[in-house]
T-cell receptor, first 106, second 119 residues
Framework: DIQMTQSPSTLSASVGDRVTITCRAS??????VAWYQQKPGKAPKLLIYQASTLENGVPSRFSGSGSGTEFTLTISSLQPGDSATYYC?????????FGQGTNLEI | EVQLVESGGGLVQPGGSLRLSCAASGFTFASQAMNWVRQAPGKGLEPVSQ???????VYADSVRGRYTISRDNSRDTLYLQMNSLRVEDTGVYYCAKGRGGNDKLFDYWGQGTLITVSS
């Protein structure tokens, strides 16, 4: 299985800050990486796919980048509603593994 | 509007069985891959099983041989038959829709249904 190692596991920041979450893959597989946001008691929500493509309706302060084995999610100008857990996922092959999650506190 | 509504969760004893359902609407169900993803309490996301539009299935190693995924395209409904349940199967089970050719990219999720395996 492809392992996705996400860091940091927790992150504390302030409104208006810029934060970056990193995901490292155990092998290369192109850019088949997605990022999801999950708020407590809710289902995950797709934010970014194909490493850097923003899902429809997602604010432009969210962005993704990366290739090879290292991928990043950046949130510029944090808003209070961005408090959530963020997960990366490889969707190249099954099992389409997720990172362990990053709990972002604002 | 795409909607996915899971049902069938509950409390079950170790070794027991449950059948989950996921009612889909707002898209052409028969044409899309569908998935089950679970989340243990306070833990991350784990893909459990996938069924393609043509009926091919895959399973996580942790559930293979105990779980069976199926779909009824006439009812726009996805199922997960879970047998020989273990304590470690406890969690919220989500159904998730695959996106077109990227069938392991989950663009819509249900609200989840809680399975508790305990004596």
């Amino acid at each position: 299985d492809i392992q996705m190692t996400q860091s940091p596991s927790t992150l504390s920041a302030s409104v208006g800050d810029r934060v970056t979450i990193t995901c490292r893959a155990s092998q290369t597989f192109g850019i088949w990486v997605a990022w999801y946001q999950q708020k407590p008691g809710k289902a995950p929500k797709l934010l970014i796919y194909q490493a850097s493509t923003l899902e429809n309706g997602v604010p432009s302060r969210f962005s993704g980048s990366g290739s090879g084995t290292e991928f990043t999610l950046t949130i510029s100008s944090l808003q209070p509603g961005d408090s959530a857990t963020y997960y990366c996922q490889q969707y190249y092959t099954y099992p389409c593994t997720f990172g362990q999650g990053t709990n972002l506190e604002i | 509007e795409v909607q996915l509504v899971e049902s069938g969760g509950g409390l079950v004893q170790p070794g027991g069985s449950l059948r989950l359902s996921c009612a889909a609407s707002g898209f052409t169900f028969a044409s899309q891959a569908m998935n089950w993803v679970r989340q243990a309490p306070g833990k991350g996301l784990e893909p459990v099983s996938q069924i393609l539009s043509g009926g091919a299935t895959v399973y996580a190693d942790s559930v293979r041989g105990r779980y069976t995924i199926s779909r009824d395209n006439s009812r726009d409904t996805l199922y997960l038959q879970m047998n020989s349940l273990r304590v470690e199967d406890t969690g919220v089970y989500y159904c998730a829709k695959g996106r077109g050719g990227n069938d392991k990219l989950f663009d819509y999720w249900g609200q989840g249904t809680l399975i508790t395996v305990s004596s």
